[in-house]
């Protein structure tokens, strides 16, 4: 009969790998996670204070070694050596999936050139969980990091941002969050938006409305724990009559009334007919 439970462990072999670890309820460790950190000869971290704790949650003992961007170029040969000798080495941020907004590409890339096995084990992640929690359009979104900290940087930043037809992410830090709204609003105009506190730990919260809105609200002037904010795409614009015709009559000066008609349905969400029918009153004019 076939087992209800986890498969058993299997062998861990050398290489690097990419762990992630909980964002703050230590039950979202992964098995497989747990596997590879009891094999691992290293592990690299940003914090080995703060990884040490962890790892000492799951009754764990390890080497570690601090890797973050300004330890990183004096460690890398030495982990590349490591790896060369059959190691396994194991990559941990202090929450989450490394790589994301965490040093660690760079590394990545040389154990890649050095002829590595690089191995991801998934796991925990406050992008995703804040998608989930937001509720608002996942079919495309793009992750941004943190931002600026001084205003005006800021809304440079979020100025590549507007016409971007997809939800975006952002990490802040609580004194910020509030002067972080005002801009977006200003910049990106009164979207719907989600404020995510403290994901997963005993007071998480998410904070939905407009960006004024959450601006405005005095639980976000300086809250505490870690913010995951999440902004949705632009509004449609439904296209007046004015820029279809003015469309129309840039197509008719390559296209005939047929192909125009053809090209611009889609771009118009109108019937190929009602365009073809406007087309061919421009063409008589």
């Given amino acids: 009969m076939e087992s209800l439970f986890a498969p058993p462990p299997k062998p861990v072999s050398p290489g690097l790998y990419i762990v992630a670890t909980p964002i703050g309820n230590l039950r979202d460790i992964t098995l497989r996670a747990l596997d590879v950190l009891r ?11 703060v990884a ?5 949650a799951y009754d764990l003992k ?6 973050d961007d300004h330890a990183g170029p004096q460690v890398v ?24 907004s965490d040093p660690g590409f760079r590394l990545v890339e040389a154990a890649r ?71 977006m609003a200003a910049v990106l105009g009164d979207r719907d938006a989600c404020v995510c506190r403290e994901l997963t730990k005993l007071y998480e919260t998410g904070h939905r409305g407009t960006l004024s809105n959450l601006a405005a609200d ?12 999440v902004v949705a795409p ?13 469309a129309l009559k840039l197509a008719l000066e390559h296209y005939s009334p047929s192909d125009a008609a053809k090209q611009l349905a889609d771009v118009f969400g109108l019937p190929r007919k009602v365009i073809y029918q406007k087309a061919l009153e421009l063409k008589g004019k």
């Fill in 77 to 100: 040969p030495e982990i590349l050596d490591r790896l060369r000798s059959g190691q396994i080495i194991a990559q941990i941020s202090d929450a989450g999936t490394p790589l994301i």
């Fill in 113 to 183: 050139d050095a002829g590595a096995a690089i191995h991801p084990i998934p796991g925990a992640s406050s992008v995703l969980a804040a998608l989930c929690l937001a509720g608002l359009p996942t079919d495309r979104f793009m992750f941004a990091g943190f931002m600026p900290v001084k205003s005006g940087a800021r809304q440079t930043f979020l100025s590549e941002f507007v016409s971007l037809r997809t939800t975006l992410v952002f990490f802040e830090t609580g004194p910020r969050v509030h002067d972080a709204l005002t801009d």
């Fill in 39 to 49: 094999a691992a000869d290293v592990v690299l971290a940003e914090d080995t204070r």
């Fill in 62 to 67: 390890k080497k570690l070694i601090r890797y």
């Fill in 218 to 229: 005095p639980k976000l002037q300086e809250p505490k724990g870690e913010i995951v904010i």
């Fill in 234 to 246: 632009p509004a449609e614009e439904k296209p007046s009559a004015e820029s279809l015709e003015d």
């Fill in 52 to 56: 040490a704790k962890l790892l000492s």
